[in-house]
């Protein structure tokens, strides 16, 4: 069983960019969650998506848009970067609900570092 | 709005060494909390998650416990190993159905052989 994966690892961006980052979730995960970490921070709930629709946002702005795939593979899309965007991008996947129970597990990937210039 | 404080943000202990991180949050309406581990150029893994209703959760050397009414947790380890030292984030879910966690800002551990 493959954990959870993203793409790029590193990535650097001009301010006013664009960026699309992705994660593969773990097989048999219809949940993905993504969070942004700034250094020195712990992570901030950015949304997750269940079954290809968003269902839960935090404090971020529109700009931050997502998407999710039939494959339950994910991108987080950013426009019009800031130097504060500046950070490490986190995807979790989840079981959600398995078997009648919702499960709140949650297995993290290693992150995409972005850096806005 | 719910806000999460880890102490000490970073500690250093030798080997064998037991020892307890502390988390506390100022809502205590709360519906679960996890305690997270982070390596350098790793993403988190999951240590142990407490249910509001529940007081205590192990696993192997890990004991964390949970006081909703005071807004407090521990993560106790026992007999530290050079292999623990990562940053331990604890988080903190209000309602069902999301996985929108509130983090802290972690503790930075290094254990020393």
């Known amino acids: 069983e493959t954990g959870v994966t993203q793409s790029p690892t590193h990535l650097i961006k001009t301010r006013g960019q664009q960026v699309t980052l992705r994660c593969s979730s773990q097989s048999g995960h219809n949940t993905v969650s993504w969070y942004q970490q700034a250094l020195g921070q712990g992570p901030q709930f950015i949304f997750q998506y269940y079954r290809e629709e968003e269902n839960g946002r935090g404090n971020f702005p529109p700009r931050f848009s997502g998407l999710q795939f039939p494959n339950y593979s994910s991108e987080l899309n950013v426009n019009a970067l800031e130097l504060d965007d500046s950070a490490l991008y986190l995807c979790?996947?989840?079981?959600?609900?398995?078997?009648?129970?919702?499960?709140?597990?949650?297995?993290f990937g290693p992150g995409t570092r972005l850096t806005v210039t | 709005k719910q806000e999460v404080t880890q102490i000490p943000a970073a500690l250093s202990v030798p080997e064998g060494e037991n020892l307890v991180l502390n988390c506390s949050f100022t809502d205590s309406a709360i519906y679960n909390l996890q305690w997270f581990r982070q390596d350098p150029g790793k993403g988190l893994t999951s240590l142990l998650l407490?249910?509001?209703?529940?007081r205590e959760q192990t696993s192997g050397r890990l004991n964390a416990s949970l006081d909703k009414s005071s807004g407090r947790s521990t993560l106790y380890i026992a007999a530290s190993q050079p292999g623990d030292s990562a940053t331990y984030l604890c988080a903190v879910k209000k309602t069902p159905g999301t996985y929108k966690y509130i983090f802290g800002t972690g503790t930075r551990l290094k254990v020393l052989a």
């Open positions: 407490i249910q509001s209703s529940q």
């Open positions: 979790a996947s989840s079981p959600g609900l398995a078997g009648g129970t919702l499960s709140y597990e949650q297995y």
